[in-house]
């Protein structure tokens, strides 16, 4: 009997093709959009989509900045959302977030992206864009591998390289909103500024100038470590060289009475979409 011919059709990879979805992780922050007008400007707008998972704890100029982006590169914010802010996010999972892990990225972030991939593209045919910078080559293999199957390009790891100040100067010639957490001197436009991965210096700013963002988070953090009977906290204090809790009640005593043993160089790190450990993005 004669065996049926199989034809095996060679599956090119996604770098070396034409018909490909490219997917920028867009947070509303600077390097994202840097990163899509790269992405655009190499292979069109009619091909790329902006994935912006919102944490329903976002600045109002974050959402403006959305707008103006969307328009100036001419392609649509798609939105996906878990429903959740992150302070539902620690009670649902009964653990406070905090510098070391912060279940809000995987909820918020991560889980509705990976899912709007898995229902939307094919990671045959389908590249990502991470806005990761020249500053950050370190932090690739992990992010590469919590994104797998699907593909992932750094642009912003490769020359011309530009730091945040430049790429805010260059959105502003644009004719885009300057978000005013960056003006107010956040490092990130997330959150509210309230990011629980920030550290000292980003808490202590937020004091300063959204006093009632920082009222709600040191009132939230007190509940929970009510709820839980434990000595947990969204910061660590390390003086006298030994690590322990430092709340935010705390952290308000010490910047009225102590100044002195603040760690004003402490910004932490927000970066949801590029701290992803492969075991993080599982679905």
Known sequence: MTQPTIIRRAVRHPRER????????WSGGITSWATARHVIAQHGAASTVLLFADTNAEDEDLYTFNEQASAQ????????????D??????DKRWLGNTRLAQCALELKLKVCRNWLAENTDPVD??????LDWSEPHRIPSNRAGWA??????????????????LRAEARAAG?????LYRLGFAHNNCGGACVKGGQAQWVRLLEVFPERYARHEAFEQRMREQLGKDVSILRDRTGGQTKPLTLAALRQRIAER????DLFDEGGCGCFTSTEPREVAA
């Open 149 to 166: 199957p699907w593909l992932v390009e750094y642009p912003l790891t490769q020359p011309p390289y530009r730091d945040k100040d430049q």
């Open 86 to 91: 992150p302070c539902q996010v620690f009670e």
């Open 73 to 84: 590169l001419g392609v649509p914010i798609t939105r996906v959302a878990d429903g959740r």
């Open 126 to 131: 389908t590249m990502l864009y991470v806005g």
């Open 259 to 262: 100044p002195d043993q603040l």
């Open 176 to 180: 885009l909103i300057d978000p005013r």
């Open 18 to 25: 034409d018909d490909v979805t490219h997917v920028v992780m």
